[in-house]
């Protein structure tokens, strides 16, 4: 059974770093182009970023660009977002997700999804 766990989130303040993980388990990683997304408390789960199977291909949405960072590890089947100078407004639910189609950050392009992990960014 294809499994998508993330891990890494909690409290932090203003400015601060924090690196998020999503764990593959039930199949291989590196056929799937995996993305990133966020929701906050009444607005729709968005783009944060992806990175292409192979790793060479990434995005992100304006507003985390030059903050965040994606990168994965195909052996340890584990793809990851570094989050750093983080904002208030960073504040959401992250989830990961497989495509087995094309990286994008549309939602409606991943079939597999993870349960999400909560970050808050508050002094």
């Known amino acids: 059974q294809l499994q998508l766990v993330e891990s890494g989130g909690g409290l932090v303040q203003p400015g601060g770093s924090l690196r998020l993980s999503c764990a593959a388990s039930?199949?291989?990683?590196?056929?799937?182009?995996i993305g990133w997304f966020r929701q906050a408390p009444g607005k729709e789960r968005e783009g944060v970023s992806y990175i292409s199977r192979s790793g060479g291909i990434t995005n992100y949405a304006d507003s985390v660009k030059g903050r965040f960072t994606i990168s994965r590890d195909n052996a340890k089947n584990t793809v990851y977002l570094q989050m750093n100078s983080l904002k208030p407004e960073d504040t959401a639910v992250y989830y990961c997700?497989?495509?087995?189609?094309?990286?994008?950050?549309?939602?409606?392009?991943?079939?597999?999804w993870g349960q999400g992990t909560q970050v808050t960014v508050s002094s």
């Open positions: 039930g199949f291989a990683l590196d056929y799937y182009d």
């Open positions: 997700a497989a495509s087995g189609s094309f990286p994008t950050l549309d939602k409606y392009s991943y079939a597999w």
